[in-house]
């Protein structure tokens, strides 16, 4: 687990876990604005190097995306062993949990969604 607090973000809630990170639901304390803070799983030596690199990688891609369903790329930053990206806070849980709790969504949405 991280600290409560990172460069300008407050920690308030872990998201979501997935292959090369943690997403938390962080405050920037200076703007006052609700964002997901993505923060990559420790390691060390060259498997770390890897990880940044897949890291920076996809921080770039994700910056030079425009589209309703990526979300935007605010920050990112190494500081020490910890490397993480901001994005904007998608609103309403995950996809996973959607399925979850109200199963398989209607084809028409399930297109929507992936276009």
Known sequence: ????KLAHYKVTAA????????????????LR???????????G???????????????RAMARLRHPNVLRILDVSV????AF???DLAPGGTLAGRIQDEGRLPVEEAVGLSA
């Open 15 to 30: 998201l979501g876990e997935g292959g090369m990170g943690v997403v938390y639901e962080a405050e920037h304390s200076v």
């Open 45 to 59: 030596g060259r498997g770390r190097e890897r990880l940044l690199q897949r890291f920076e990688i996809e921080a």
């Open 79 to 82: 500081e020490g062993q910890r």
């Open 33 to 43: 604005r609700r964002v997901a803070l993505k923060m990559v799983l420790a390691g």
């Open 85 to 87: 990206m901001v994005t």
């Open 1 to 4: 687990m991280i600290s409560t």
